[in-house]
């Protein structure tokens, strides 16, 4: 299918009444592309949950809305609403800049924006006995390696970055048959899934982002784990009493591949999960926060056994 690609260049303040504008055409689902300024406050706002940003990639020097209609004979009025709500806007006094309102359209191939992505994640062979298989890919031949199949869809974790992998070649190091794991930071499911295919009886996986919860389990089913002995649970650990509550006990193996200020926060929280001497992995750590999270860790009761560092991340293997 083709879709017709609609693009309303405006500003960061304009955006709201473009999308109305829009909307009172008959489209729905609107992408906002912010300023780079807008973008960097976002970021400062949130920093909790972000140790690095390539600025260069975030934001845009013109601020637009885009929306996407099926290239259909019956959608041409709504292309055509579309340019006069657009119009129209242009003649309103709102009080502040709406920018240029100028409108494009280009036609679009379906693939285009919703599969071409796939080309670029192949399957990955990881640590000694790994092998990460996207979902659309064959199994190659004479291959001898474990296969976690993965569809990581919206949520974080393939396999590729280098904070995954190496959580990876850690787990493949520490766990045992049999064990319980808790993945703190789940995304797609991909170590907690990575646990139990290497031998660990049960896995909880926790995530504070709702679409980490049906991509888990969807990526979880694909290898085969049902419900017995794959549970997720969605939540902010770090403040959500009941979930604590939910996922209370100690475990074999805690893993949490995530971002330094969290990581920090956590480190108390991890210990009490903890089974004594159980392995405690974190990952997600930029070179210029890897002391505060060690220093973290420490303060803690954990022991550091072992680091990892690829192209500035870092991995830390400790000890409850």
């Known amino acids: 299918m083709k879709w017709y690609e609609i693009t309303v260049y405006t500003t960061d303040a304009g955006a709201e009444p473009v999308c109305g504008a829009l909307t009172s055409a008959g489209l729905s689902g609107f992408s906002i592309e ?22 260069d990639k975030i934001g845009t020097d013109t601020p637009c ?3 996407y209609l099926a290239v259909l004979p019956e959608n041409a009025p709504v292309l055509d609403e579309a340019k006069a709500a657009i119009a129209r806007l242009k003649t309103l ?3 502040f800049d709406l920018g240029t309102l100028a409108m494009t359209v280009c036609v679009r191939d379906e693939e285009d ?5 796939k080309q670029y994640y192949k399957p990955l062979a990881i640590g000694e006995r790994l092998l990460v298989l996207p979902s659309w890919e064959d199994e190659p031949e004479g291959n001898r390696r474990t296969v976690l199949r993965l569809d990581p869809g919206m949520a974080f974790g393939t396999g590729a970055h280098h904070t995954t992998r190496m959580c990876l070649e850690y787990l493949e190091q ?9 993945d703190l930071g789940c995304g797609s499911g991909i170590l907690s899934i990575a646990s139990l295919l290497l031998g660990a009886e049960d896995a909880v ?15 979880a089913d694909m290898n085969g784990l049902g419900n017995a002995h794959y549970h997720i649970k969605i939540g902010d650990v770090l403040t959500d009493a009941r979930l604590q509550r939910l996922i209370a006990g100690q475990y074999d193996v805690v ?20 089974k ?45």
Not at 205 to 219: G, K, Q, T, W, Y
């Open 174 to 182: 520490v766990v045992q048959t049999g064990q319980e794991v808790l």
């Open 34 to 55: 912010e300023s780079r300024e807008k973008a960097a406050a976002f970021l400062n706002e949130s920093a909790l949950y972000w140790d690095f940003a390539d600025m």
């Open 113 to 117: 924006w919703a599969n071409n992505w």
């Open 93 to 95: 006094d709102l009080g």
């Open 205 to 219: 996986a926790v995530d504070i982002d709702p679409i980490a919860e049906r991509i888990a389990r969807e990526n």
């Open 255 to 274: 893993v949490a591949n995530i971002v330094a200020d969290v990581i920090i926060r956590l480190a108390p929280l991890a210990k009490g999960y903890c």
């Open 276 to 320: 004594p001497g159980a392995p405690f992995i974190v990952s997600g750590i930029i070179d210029e926060r890897r002391d505060e999270v060690l220093a973290a860790l420490r303060a803690a009761g954990f022991t550091v056994e072992d680091m990892k560092n690829a192209e500035g991340w870092n991995a830390i293997l400790s000890r409850a």
């Open 65 to 67: 809305v885009k929306a």
